[in-house]
């Protein structure tokens, strides 16, 4: 074995930048406007929430979303996946009073709908996301046709 010639060593702490789509303000922002504008009642389950983060990821993503809900639900869709970031954000917006949690649905909150209105009073901040929901609206991807597909993944892959 050789011996080092190093009698210090010293360690300086730097800063990392995080990943915003692993910043809990990034998807909190991304909840809030999910209930916001694609969600009847501003409510919604578990994977409907997934199913738009997913979405909101690459712009591939997207466009499969787009396809099936403009097909009336007709074309092919793939297996969206379960964020582990998304599910700690859900932990501290409802903490934090932006939407509330019961019966496995997540609402949205008047500070929820606050922290929306100061997202949209700057155009260029999330635009692509707003853009996506708001095509897509309320009414077309609902909790229930979600469930049905879910299931059918399980059928096939038994």
């Given at each position: 074995m050789?011996?080092?010639?190093?009698?210090?060593?010293?360690?300086?702490?730097?800063?990392i930048s995080v990943p915003a789509d692993y910043r809990p303000s990034?998807?909190?922002?991304?909840?809030?406007?999910?209930?916001?504008?694609?969600?009847?009642?501003?409510?919604?389950?578990?994977?409907?929430?997934?199913?738009?983060?997913?979405?909101?990821?690459?712009i591939?993503?997207?466009?499969?979303?787009?396809?099936?809900?403009?097909?009336?639900f007709q074309s092919e869709f793939s297996v969206w996946s379960i964020e582990p970031t998304l599910n700690r954000a859900l932990h501290i917006a409802t903490a934090?009073?932006?939407?509330?949690?019961?019966?496995?649905?997540?609402?949205?909150?008047?500070?929820?709908?606050?922290?929306?209105?100061?997202?949209?009073?700057?155009?260029?901040?999330?635009s692509e996301e707003i853009s996506l929901l708001k095509q897509i609206g309320k009414k077309k991807i609902t909790d229930t046709r979600l469930k049905e597909l879910a299931n059918q993944w399980t059928l096939f892959n038994d």
């Open positions: 050789s011996e080092s010639n190093i009698k210090h060593l010293s360690f300086t702490k730097r800063p990034y998807k909190i922002a991304q909840i809030c406007l999910t209930l916001k504008y694609s969600c009847i009642g501003s409510k919604s389950g578990l994977l409907k929430l997934h199913l738009f983060s997913w979405a909101f990821k690459r591939d993503n997207r466009n499969e979303l787009l396809k099936y809900v403009n097909s009336n934090e009073k932006y939407c509330s949690y019961s019966k496995g649905t997540y609402k949205l909150e008047e500070k929820g709908f606050l922290f929306c209105d100061n997202i949209e009073a700057d155009e260029e901040i999330l």
